[in-house]
């Protein structure tokens, strides 16, 4: 795929080195993420420097969508997890530090956490035990 000048050369998003990029389309591509919490963390970005999701375009959406089947599919083949989590942090308050959009998709493995119950909802650990509320 022809390169051209990074949209926004201080972004790290915008300038990964095609030695990095594990699947890459037109307006999307996928990488491993440099700071894995998982066994193939694996992050979906759009080419273009937009920093929220809802800042998208329905074509960037559907492409990054189907680079996340796509990267779920290698992951299945290489890594065979036993489930995933799908996030995105949108905005400095939800913990987004690269403000150009990405996806995360984590794998997750059996007995990787002592209860994986309540997933996401962890960012909250107050609320995250929803069960044991009354």
């Not at 037109?26 to 894995?36: E, H």
């Amino acid at each position: 795929m022809a390169r051209k000048a990074p949209e926004n050369p201080k972004c790290l998003f915008c300038s990964i080195p095609p030695d990095q990029i594990l699947i890459e389309r037109p307006l999307a591509l996928a990488k491993r993420d440099g700071y894995p919490v998982s066994k193939g963390h694996t992050l979906i970005i759009p080419r273009r420097h937009v920093e929220s999701f809802f800042g998208t375009t329905e074509e960037e959406q559907r492409e990054m969508l189907k680079l996340l089947d796509e990267a779920k599919a290698i992951l299945d083949r290489e890594h065979k997890p036993d489930g995933y989590n799908i996030g995105i942090n949108n905005g400095a308050a939800a913990g987004q530090t690269v403000m150009h959009l990405h996806i995360h998709l984590i794998p997750r493995y059996a007995g990787d956490a002592a209860d994986a119950r309540g997933g996401v909802r962890w960012i909250f650990p107050d609320k995250a035990a929803y069960w044991k509320k009354k």
